[in-house]
């Protein structure tokens, strides 16, 4: 992996040459809180090192495979959430005098969000199940359930969006909240472009391996 070399330390923030921005003011993720940190100069004693550079990549590997195999099931909830708010919200809005729930068009597109759904619920809960159960982890698994789950969650709250009309883009509305967040599955532990080329990669490596 691209990240092989490094480390990882314990630094106490009142460190000389250590500084903290504030809290970022983000549009999603807000009860995540996060902020910059600036290090200028700074020295980390050896007996501060956690992970050294010898275990630094595998750590990091294990430390993907477990969050992009959160991540999954994280934006799967997310998913889910769109379709519940956007199926509710059909059957009090009438256009067309009727019921959107009752057009056609929007039945077909709250079965395409609701099939999604339950693509994203299987991918992740198998990956969940088989990392935890299995002694030979895999990072690709977890990779594909993360990718699969936060693309696959955006498209499902597009479609509620849609089903909002512009009702959805009103602030503070939980549909406009989910879509926020979900906006940011396509890069938060990683972005997606990036994990498919080190999954990719792994893959290749993994059958070269088993079959030279
Ligand atoms: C809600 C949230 C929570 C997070 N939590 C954590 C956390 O707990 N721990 C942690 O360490 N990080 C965390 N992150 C950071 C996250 O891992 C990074 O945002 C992510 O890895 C992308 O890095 P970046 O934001 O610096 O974007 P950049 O690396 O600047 O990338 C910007 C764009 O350029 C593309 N790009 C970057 N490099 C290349 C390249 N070599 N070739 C081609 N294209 C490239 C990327 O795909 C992306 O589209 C979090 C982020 C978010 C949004």
Avoid at 115 to 142: D, E, G, H, L, P
Avoid at 179 to 188: L, M, P, T
């Amino acid at each position: 992996m691209g990240v092989a070399g490094g480390g990882i330390c314990l630094i106490d923030l009142n460190t000389h040459g250590v500084s903290r921005g504030k809290p970022w003011d983000k549009m999603a993720h807000r009860d995540l809180p996060q902020g910059e940190l600036f290090f200028d100069n700074v020295v980390c004693p050896g007996d501060q090192m956690i992970i050294d550079q010898q275990s630094y990549e595998a750590i990091t590997e294990f430390n993907l495979l477990l969050c992009n195999m959160a991540t999954s099931t994280n934006y799967t909830s997310a998913a889910q959430a769109s379709y519940d708010c956007a199926l509710q919200y059909s059957t009090q809005r009438i256009q067309g005098g009727k019921r959107l729930c009752d057009h056609t068009a929007i039945q077909a597109k709250l079965f395409d969000m609701f099939a999604k759904v339950q693509a994203c619920r299987a991918t992740s809960r198998s990956v969940m199940i088989f990392n935890s159960a299995s002694m030979q982890k895999s990072f690709q698994y977890s990779t594909a359930a993360k990718v699969f789950c936060t693309n696959t969650a955006l498209d499902v709250v597009t479609s509620g969006i849609h089903i909002f009309g512009a009702a959805g883009l009103s602030k503070g509305l939980l549909i406009e909240k989910i879509y926020r967040d979900v906006a940011a599955g396509n890069f938060e532990d990683g972005s997606n472009e990036s994990l498919a080329i080190c999954a990719g990669n792994k893959i290749v490596r993994e059958y070269l391996n088993r079959t030279e």
